[in-house]
Nanobody, 124 residues
Framework: QVQLVESGGGLVQTGGSLRLSCAASGRTFSRYAMGWFRQAPGKEREFVAAVSWSGGMTYYADSVKGRFTISRNNAKNTVYLQMNSLKPEDTAVYYC?????????????????WGQGTQVTVSS
C-alpha cells in the first residue's frame, strides 16, 4: 500500500515557475515508477511526466517537454515536478501516481496509486 500526498501548487503568472512535491508512504517507494498527470476543467486526465524506479529514465508529454522536469529522491520517498515557463494551458489539478512496475508509462490505468491532487493556476 502506498499513500501519496502532493504539495506545491498555487497561483503563478505566465512564464513563472512552480515545484510540485509528492511525498509517498511505504518502504517500497524505490520499487515504483512514479508519474504526474493533470486534469483541467472539462477535460480528460492527461499524462504529464514519469520517472523510473531509479530515476534513470524519464518520459514527458510533448506539451511539457523542455519546460518540466521530473525527478525523485528515494531516500526521502519523494518525487518532484519542476515546472518552468508556465502557460495558462498548464492550469489544472496535478496528480501524483505510483506504478508497481519499475518503468514509466503514460497510460493512466497502469498506475496503482493516486494522490488527491494539487491545483496549479497560471494567470495570463
Amino acid at each position: 500500500q502506498v499513500q501519496l500526498v502532493e504539495s506545491g501548487g498555487g497561483l503563478v503568472q505566465t512564464g513563472g515557475s512552480l515545484r510540485l512535491s509528492c511525498a509517498a508512504s511505504g518502504r517500497t517507494f524505490s520499487r515504483y515508477a512514479m508519474g504526474w498527470f493533470r486534469q483541467a476543467p472539462g477535460k480528460e486526465r492527461e499524462f504529464v511526466a514519469a520517472v523510473s524506479w531509479s530515476g534513470g529514465m524519464t518520459y514527458y508529454a510533448d506539451s511539457v517537454k523542455g519546460r518540466f522536469t521530473i525527478s525523485r529522491n528515494n531516500a526521502k520517498n519523494t518525487v518532484y515536478l519542476q515546472m518552468n515557463s508556465l502557460k495558462p494551458e498548464d492550469t489544472a489539478v496535478y496528480y501524483c501516481t505510483a506504478d508497481s512496475k519499475p518503468f514509466p508509462t503514460s497510460w493512466a490505468p497502469d498506475y496503482d496509486y493516486w494522490g488527491q491532487g494539487t491545483q496549479v493556476t497560471v494567470s495570463s
